[in-house]
């Protein structure tokens, strides 16, 4: 049978890749199958057709997996926002390791082992302290849609409200729907701020409380571990893991390109007495140069927590040159995480310690990764 558009194929779904799509084989032909379980058999109807691989969405369940359970949203599947709701969190954190020891395996060239299991959220449901909503015209309805992009188009879902977000923000989502826009093609920001800390409303922080304890504490273990004297936070934002941080070290500087940011950092600082550091408003290709001359390399851990597409490769060369004793990479994108430290890694000049992933994204393809790099020259390895 040649495969074609509209095709209903039953397909025996063999593994999830990563972002959440499921795997099946037709002769051939790579399947992919979004909203299915490893093991079930499933009736798909092909949707997109390429030369070596196809997508089909779901009609059916044929014979579901015993990890399948009812989403807790019931605009799963229509609403892209989620892709594991399906499945039990058990499951969704065993699936997520795989998935990252398969990444960090195949674009990282890293033994797998390396990977620690994936730290739990505490609760999977009400988590998020940001999200990000948009408008759009429904010429069916003459009205406006008000929620997320769906899953299988560019349109916009109408949402009342979101199960991932906290409390508050979905009575903050009631009052948008109730005080819409005056068009589509708007995005408003509902945030939550974190008790305690200023964050502009256009600046990066953490989406959820719940797991960031678990998070500093990671950090905290590999850079006390480590031993250093001085931590050099690239990519600081308002200063999160220098402020938590810096009763480890002597003394701290925060790099971030983000003016309103780095005001907020150092307002985060002082709220908090942390009087052995510094922050510095540039980008890390500008900044870290004169930054890393001021400090001896072998007393020095340089934290990366870049945006989603990684590092610039001038940054990871440099310290490559450079060889500070430890890195603390921070990513929620273990596929460009993988490249980096792999780039970083090569002939030797940094060792990867661990990988410890949190699901700081519960229900989503999403999963946020420590890995501890550490200098060969630094530790005596050979």
């Known amino acids: 049978m040649n495969l074609a558009l509209g095709n209903k194929l039953s397909l025996r779904i063999s593994d999830l890749a990563f972002g959440g799509e499921g795997v099946a084989r037709w002769e051939d032909f790579v399947v992919f199958v979004p909203f299915v379980a490893v093991g079930e058999l499933v009736e798909a109807e092909i949707t997109e057709l390429k030369k070596r691989y196809a997508r089909a969405r779901l009609l059916r369940v044929l014979e579901p997996s015993p990890e399948r359970v009812e989403p807790g949203c019931r605009y799963f ?165 220098s402020v938590e941080l810096a009763p480890l070290v002597e003394s701290f500087v925060g790099v971030e390109l ?51 597409k990684g590092c610039q490769p001038e940054t990871l060369q440099m310290l490559r040159r450079v060889q500070p004793a430890q890195i603390i990479y921070i990513s929620c994108h273990p596929a460009t995480m993988a490249r980096d430290l792999n780039i970083l890694c090569a002939q030797g000049a940094f060792e990867l310690a661990q990988v410890r992933p949190l699901d700081m994204f519960p229900h989503t393809q999403h999963v946020e990764c420590v890995g501890d790099l550490r200098c060969k020259a630094a530790t005596g390895s050979p």
């Open 258 to 308: 983000d003016h309103m940011a780095i005001q907020a950092a150092r307002r985060n600082a002082a709220a908090r007495a942390r009087t052995n550091g510094e922050f510095i408003a540039g980008t890390a290709e500008e900044q870290l140069p004169a930054i890393l001359s001021r400090f001896p390399a072998p007393a020095t851990t340089v934290l990366l927590d870049p945006p989603r």
């Open 77 to 241: 599947g229509a609403c892209g926002g989620c892709q594991y709701q399906h499945l039990a969190y058990s499951a969704q954190l065993r699936l997520k390791h795989k998935q990252i020891g398969d990444l960090f395996e195949r674009l990282g060239h890293f033994d797998r082992r390396l990977v620690a299991p994936v730290i739990p959220c505490p609760q999977p449901y009400g988590y998020r302290n940001r999200i990000m909503v948009r408008s759009q015209w429904d010429k069916f309805k003459q009205g406006l849609n008000i929620g997320f992009i769906r899953a299988d188009s560019r349109l916009v879902v109408d949402v009342e409200e979101c199960r991932l977000a906290e409390p508050a923000l979905n009575e903050q989502l009631k009052y948008v729907r109730a005080h819409p826009p005056p068009k589509g093609g708007l995005k408003v920001v509902l945030r939550s701020s974190p008790p305690g800390w200023e964050v502009p409303p256009d600046s990066f922080f953490q989406n959820n409380s719940f797991l960031l304890p678990k998070l500093v504490e990671v950090a905290r273990d590999a850079l006390r571990e480590a031993q250093t004297r001085h931590l050099l936070d690239i990519y600081c934002g308002v200063g999160f893991f």
